[in-house]
């Protein structure tokens, strides 16, 4: 069979099967309660030099163009074993978004006509001829007692003194944040932790809507430190959850050079387990990274029903 009609039948399989996932795609809730968001990050080529962070308004993403891109380890042909997402441990919105990325990444390329090279060249700059295979994507939430108040205290210190401008910056509050979790076990009720991995040329694009997603849970942004900058609602008094509040959701999402192997949040066991590894993620293959958590507000309340509503991949530990 000829390569153009090889494509067309290609298209002509998988369209069916994104229009069918657009289908399942069910809206998000309202959001529940105000909250707080800790980011920043680059996606580039190894070699090339920074880019800035695009930050709160996402103008460009997360850095502009891609940079280098995605080269299959055969050499040649689409290398499938590598596009194929890792799913995690569930599914949901987040697995149909690394899927969509690798799919809507196929087809641009077989309507290119460009087969391999397109997805070998990402945005067309030259690097040198460096080699960035694809990208692993984290996203881990839990549910903690309301009682955990000391880690919306730590998250909102953060937000306050971290350089969010530097991977060095970055690291320190993924390593502070999951140091955080890490103290309160006994507080934790609700988990959820999923994995995939992305070609390079589409990961900026899927991390920005993941980013998205999980932001637009929130009624508003009372505190915020993206990209060095830092920002806060001055019609809001960011603090402690009301003393009626059941819960505090926290989500962190990564993006790293390195595979992540997370084992799941099935058991508390398993939940620490992930978020050491998160933890021991290097500023040097640190990509991009987001802290988002609810409520914020002083006296605001997050009760089981909302939380349950607003993140319904979440597990009872």
Do not use: C
Request: charged share 15%.
């Amino acid at each position: 069979m000829p390569p153009r009609s090889l494509r067309r039948t290609f298209s002509l399989l998988v369209l069916p099967l994104v229009m069918a996932g657009l289908l399942l795609l069910t809206p998000e809730p309202a959001s529940a309660a105000s909250g707080g968001r800790i980011g920043g990050g680059s996606f580039r080529s190894s070699p090339s030099l920074p880019r800035s962070y695009g930050g709160g308004g996402y103008r460009g993403g997360y850095g502009g163009n891609y940079g280098g891109g995605y080269r299959s380890g055969f050499g040649g042909g689409f290398g499938f074993p590598f596009l194929v997402p890792v799913f995690g441990f569930g599914g949901g919105l987040f697995g149909f978004l690394v899927l969509m990325a690798v799919v809507g990444l196929l087809l641009n390329a077989l309507r290119g006509g460009g087969g391999s090279r397109a997805l070998a060249t990402g945005d067309g700059d030259d690097d040198g001829g460096s080699v960035d295979g694809p990208v692993s994507i984290a996203q881990v939430q839990i549910g903690l007692l309301a009682s955990a108040r000391s880690v919306q205290e730590d998250l909102r210190r953060l937000a306050g003194s971290a350089d969010t401008g530097s991977s060095a910056g970055l690291q320190q509050v993924l390593q502070e944040t999951t140091l955080s979790l890490l103290r309160q076990p006994d507080l934790w009720v609700y988990a959820a932790a999923e994995v995939g991995q992305v070609p390079f040329a589409s990961a900026e694009s899927t991390f920005n809507r993941l980013s998205m997603q999980e932001r637009s849970k929130l009624r508003r942004e009372i505190t915020a430190n993206v990209a060095g900058r830092r920002s806060s609602d001055s019609s809001a008094l960011a603090g402690s959850s009301g003393a009626a509040s059941d819960y505090i959701a926290i989500t962190l999402l990564v993006a790293s050079r390195n595979r992540l192997n997370l084992p799941g949040a099935g058991s508390a066991d398993a939940l620490r387990d992930s978020l050491q590894r998160l933890g021991a993620v290097s500023g040097d293959q640190l990509l991009a990274l987001e802290v988002i958590w609810q409520p914020e507000g002083a006296g605001e309340v997050l009760s089981s029903e909302e939380l349950i509503t607003a993140y319904p991949d979440l597990q009872h530990l």
